[in-house]
């Protein structure tokens, strides 16, 4: 909104040039969000404690130490980072740029799904809310639709083509079989980061690090010159998602605040999945699909936890893991919850090096 306000301005008060640079816009996002959250969040949380009687309910089948630790804490925190995200982002992204309104309306439309489940969850106070199928639905027709969307504005060759990291050149053509991949990146993202989200303050951080990852892919994608230097596919007009980005590591940030241990609310499906669609849509738009698997590898090994402790214990009728996903694994094994929590981040941290690190080993 200020982009569009003020940059025909800028010709004729120079004071104005900063607006034009996607970098200072990228950071008024932070700031923006973060104050918002700050400033939302007391309020937020009086409000969810007061509306949801004994807060979020806690899964029977859990760690034993959960029932008493965290019984009574609200959840739907993830609201707080929506509108910290979604304010942010209409005041400081260029509202011409589809890109954005795409990301947007993934992110919302999944915060909404998150949103339906958390308040079945506390209206019939068991922990299952929506129904696992009903959630795939809704969660594959929204990736579908915005896929479909993205293919329609992404120029030729990049569109229904999957880039391949570490491979300079290589575009491979899937033609419509793209909305697929499109769809399971998306899906999968979204829950694997809801997957995650099980310990204070687990899933939020390393939601921010691969955000902050993807603000500067989206900027070097964005910028034709970063784009060839450093030999990556460029998309035209991705770059204004490092503002979108930027917004989400800035309620990120926010909402940690009241999120570390102890939790004073908790994100719920109303943060997690939505925060994971985020993710998964901007992976899509820059062409970084599976370079996503390497920065949110934390998130892939909790899904991969569950996945193989399901099918280990459908065959062999044995289990892998003392508990799924992988961090309740450890909480049985004693670790504490901090130590679960910091040595998480220290994983995410090296991951998503790595995956920055696809940007120039090609």
Known sequence: MLYNFLYPLADQFSALNVIRYLTFRTGGAVITALVLSFVF??????VLKSRQNGGQPIRSDGPEGHVLSKQG???MGGFLILLALAISTVLWADLGNRYVWVALGVTVSYGLIGFLDDYRKIVNRDSKGLPGKLKMVLETAIAVAATLWIMRIMPAPL?????VPFLKDLLIDLGWVFVVVGAVVMVGSSNAVNLTDGLDGLAIVP???????FALIAYLVGHTGFSNYLQIHNVPGSGEL?????ALVGGGLGF?????????????????????GALGVVAVITKHELVLAIVGGLFVLETVSVIIQVVSFKITGRRIF???PLHHHFEQKGWSEPTIVIRFWIIASVLALAGLATLKLR
């Open 242 to 246: 490092a503002v979108f980005c930027g």
């Open 159 to 163: 569109s229904g083509a999957l880039a």
């Open 73 to 75: 804490t609200p959840t």
């Open 41 to 46: 969040g007391p309020y937020l949380i009086r």
């Open 207 to 213: 939601v921010m690090i691969a955000a902050g990852v």
């Open 256 to 276: 940690l605040w009241f999120n570390a241990p102890p939790a004073k609310v908790f994100m719920g499906d109303t943060g997690s999945l939505s925060l994971g």
């Open 322 to 324: 003392r508990m799924a």
